[in-house]
């Protein structure tokens, strides 16, 4: 597909946010707004398209940009026009808020009042690696082990990654990222952490458990060898969360966080998973 169509293919959902807005200034819904679209596309009128774009969408392409990928990609454009014009479902009007600890808050317009979606009332979700983030904070605050283990990719919590019957002792937040031990080596349990100051490495949630981890196991670990060091990580999460971006890239995800720091991300099972942070 030309870059043109991908451009356009992009901007769709603008459109669909740009009908959000209007239903509360000119009591245009997003079927109104798509249908409004939809024939501009199709009459040529492609200067009328693009003002019924999201500012978002301008900002990512320029008016020129749209006429030429519109001139480029006639039946394409042809296509897309025609697929809008009649929308197989009922248009539903969402919103997503970021409250101030970072946590993502869904509505739904219903009935002429935005209404607070359920997932608001998932305290431990895994719908989106943000929501999965903010369950294991929430459940490492209330020392909820049990819980913990669902954030827990397969692999690390059936014991597949390494060779002892202990979680891996965590880096030191100042140990660099090639000092890292091997995630298939038991490490010792009195290692000390490397003096060179540098971006932590990355830990496993599992750690490299020949055995199957259990909530007793990784409780032992982190209140107490690892307890400072799993604090202080939890702590640069936490404080990075609220202004942070999380990248999705199919099914793996990553957010910096602190001085190199990364919490990854892997999506099983269709929920995602907190692979090593």
């Given amino acids: 597909m030309a ?6 293919a992009l901007v769709l959902s603008a459109v669909v946010l740009l009908g959000c807005g209007a239903a509360t200034t000119v009591q245009q819904g997003p079927s109104d707004t798509l249908r409004a679209y939809a024939q501009a596309l199709e009459q040529g009128r492609v200067d009328d398209a693009y003002r019924l774009l999201s500012d978002e969408a301008k900002r990512s392409m320029s008016l020129e940009a749209f006429r030429r990928a519109v001139k480029e990609n006639p039946e394409d454009v042809a296509e897309i026009a025609r697929a809008l014009a009649r929308p197989s479902t009922d248009p539903v009007v969402t919103a997503t808020v970021i409250v ?3 946590e993502e808050l869904a509505l739904i317009y219903e009935g002429g009042r935005w209404k607070v979606d359920g997932s608001a009332v998932d305290l431990y979700g895994q719908a989106t690696p943000r929501q999965a983030l903010l369950g294991f904070l929430r459940a490492f605050e ?5 819980v913990i283990l669902r954030y827990v990719p397969d692999a690390e919590r059936e014991g597949i990654a390494g060779m002892s019957d ?3 002792p965590l880096p030191s937040p100042d140990a660099p990222k090639d000092a890292a031990a091997p995630k298939d080596a038991a490490a010792p349990k009195d290692a000390a952490a490397p003096a060179k100051p540098g971006a932590p490495a990355p830990t496993t949630m599992g750690g490299s458990s020949a055995a199957q981890l259990t909530a007793d196991k990784l409780k032992t670990a982190w209140e107490g060898p690892q307890k400072e060091q799993i604090n202080r990580i939890v702590q640069a999460i936490k404080t990075a969360l609220p202004g942070s971006q999380i990248e999705e890239t199919g099914d793996m995800a990553a957010m910096a966080y602190g001085a190199g720091g990364t919490v990854a991300f892997v999506r099983e099972h269709g929920v995602w998973k907190i692979k090593d942070f």
């Fill in 3 to 8: 870059d043109g169509v991908k451009a356009l």
């Fill in 100 to 102: 101030p600890n970072g």
């Fill in 142 to 146: 209330r020392k909820r082990f049990d």
């Fill in 166 to 168: 202990e979680p891996a």
